[in-house]
């Protein structure tokens, strides 16, 4: 099912944006330029990215589907949730909200994987509340997510269309990897998948692992050796992008339904984690790995070798990433037999990592497409 594309009329973004400066809620450095606005909310492009959003929302999660469906260059084909900030249980209905007050019932929503591949649940109620979103009660959706399961959509769709539909993970990766160890066949048809996940430079669960790496490191080690091409949008960038009073201000001025649901669920959120000591902000990390689809110029990308640790009792979900070979494991047992020699195995990246970030660019287009009128 094509999404409907959004227009977005600049007189009446300028005037909301006026009202935004207005109300003091966003230093003029942040909100988007004449300039940017042609960049930002241009017309429909004659070939937009079509996506299959694979999300667990969360908070993040919240502003990125959001992004997504107000931004013209991305054809949302379907929305499949999964287990990770909260269970299945919450994040299935999150999505079925989301998309309710963003106007995008067209979309369909399917539901995904309730555990991991071979572990155990870990959750991160402790960021984004017990319901995910920030503690924010929404009313209870009225639609019904698809009969189809979220495996069973993906496959569907990319069948339909090969060579055409990026995945955009931005949950622990359960779904994807279920994809493809139900569908072997299926990797080539993929375009792409771009990964919010991972880290070259220390986890935010454990020191090693970023969360939706360590919730399913099987899944992710099934996703980086697949072949598909891949983007990794990790804590190296999204530790850098931070929602702050200011921008959320920004949000809850704005009269539009998604500017008023995004900011409530910030603002809840923010409000709690102070409570907590934590008063440093909220990092976006899902809505920038949508950002970089939009404009790849926010962030940089480099090739690595990516693999993903799934044995280590303490390192469970890291990701390692090689600039260049030779790609070395841990020595192997002594055994008093002769060691076999054995051709070191050529150099070849799996993923392009995002190591740079520009924040303000990254912000100018998320209020732009988040505040703008549909």
């Known amino acids: 099912m094509h999404a409907k594309i959004f227009s977005h009329n600049r007189r009446d973004f300028l005037r909301a944006s006026a009202v935004t400066l207005a109300a003091g809620a966003l230093p003029a450095s942040l909100l988007p330029s004449s300039k940017t606005f042609a960049t930002y909310s241009s017309s429909t492009p004659s070939n937009p990215h079509r996506i299959i959003l694979d999300t667990d929302p969360g908070v993040d999660d919240a502003i990125a589907i959001f992004l997504a469906l107000r931004s013209p260059e991305l054809h949302v084909e379907a929305i499949t949730p999964v287990c990770g900030n909260v269970p299945l249980s919450l994040t299935l209905p999150n999505a079925l909200r989301l998309v309710e007050i963003a106007g995008r019932t067209d ?92 880290s070259l430079s220390g986890g935010n669960i454990t020191p090693a692992a970023e969360f939706n790496f360590y919730v399913d490191p099987e899944a992710a080690r099934i996703v980086f050796d697949s072949g598909i091409p891949l ?34 669920i910030l603002r809840a959120n923010l409000d709690r984690l102070n409570k907590t000591g934590n008063a440093n902000g909220f990092a976006m990390h899902d809505p920038l790995t949508v950002a970089q689809l939009i404009d790849p110029s926010v962030v940089t990308l480099k090739d690595f070798f990516v693999e993903i640790e799934t044995t280590g009792e303490l390192t469970a979900g890291q990701s390692l990433g090689y600039a260049h070979g030779p790609v070395r494991r841990s020595p192997p047992l002594e055994t008093g037999l002769p060691a076999a020699d054995s051709p070191e195995p050529e150099f070849k990246p799996n993923a392009k990592v995002a190591v740079e970030v520009e924040p303000d660019k990254f912000f100018r287009l998320l209020l732009a497409r988040l505040t703008a009128s549909a």
């Open 231 to 264: 983007t990794m949008v990790g804590l190296d960038v999204t530790r850098k992008v931070i929602i702050r009073e200011e921008q959320v201000r920004a949000l809850e001025a704005a009269q539009t339904p998604v500017s008023q649901a995004a900011g409530k």
């Open 107 to 198: 979309i369909p929503v399917a539901a995904g994987a309730a555990t991991p591949l071979v572990r155990r649940l870990v959750t991160a109620k402790y960021a984004h509340g017990n319901n995910g979103l920030g503690g924010v009660e929404f009313p209870e959706p009225k639609i019904k997510p698809v009969s189809e399961t979220a495996t069973e959509l993906i496959r569907r769709i990319v069948r339909a269309n090969p060579g055409e539909i990026s995945i955009v993970a931005i949950g622990p990766l359960t779904n994807v990897a279920t994809v493809l160890k139900s569908d072997p066949t299926i990797a080539p048809l993929i375009k792409s998948i771009v990964i919010m996940g991972g």
